[in-house]
C-alpha cells in the first residue's frame, strides 16, 4: 500500500515522512485538494523508501514535483500545475508508473 505524508504550513499540521500513513487514491486527492497553497506546503507519496514522489507548493496552481532517485545521485523534477499534478498521482497508483520523460534529473 502507498503512504501518504505531508505538511499544511498554513495550518501548521502535518505527517512526517518517517510516520507516513497508508492511504488509498481517494483520501490522497482528498488531502491534495484540501492543502493550504502557502509556502511549504506539500504532499509526499511512497511505495517504499527508494520509491518517492513530492509536490510542494510554489506559487498560484504551480507546485514542484520531485521524485528522488538513490541510484542515480539526484531527482527528477519539474514544475507542475495542479492538474497535472492530480494526473501524476493517479499514474503513481498504477502498476505501469514510470517516471514522466518530460522531468529533468539534477544531480544532489
Same mark, same amino acid.
Given at each position: 500500500m502507498i503512504k501518504m505524508f505531508? =505538511? %499544511? @504550513?498554513?495550518? =501548521? #499540521?502535518?505527517? &512526517? $515522512? @518517517? %510516520? &507516513? #500513513?497508508? &492511504?488509498?487514491? =481517494? $483520501?490522497v486527492l482528498d488531502k491534495f485538494y484540501d492543502l493550504s497553497e502557502a509556502e511549504n506546503s506539500f504532499l509526499g507519496l511512497k511505495k517504499s523508501d527508494n520509491d518517492i514522489i513530492q509536490f510542494a507548493y510554489l506559487r498560484e496552481d504551480i507546485w514542484l514535483v520531485d521524485i528522488p532517485v538513490m541510484a542515480e545521485r539526484g531527482s527528477y523534477m519539474k514544475e507542475c500545475e495542479y492538474q497535472d499534478c492530480v494526473d501524476i498521482i493517479r499514474n503513481y497508483y498504477t502498476d505501469s508508473w514510470r517516471i514522466p520523460s518530460q522531468f529533468t534529473l539534477r544531480k544532489w
Open positions: 505531508w =505538511n %499544511d @504550513s498554513e495550518l =501548521n #499540521i502535518g505527517v &512526517a $515522512s @518517517s %510516520d &507516513a #500513513i497508508e &492511504a488509498p487514491l =481517494n $483520501s
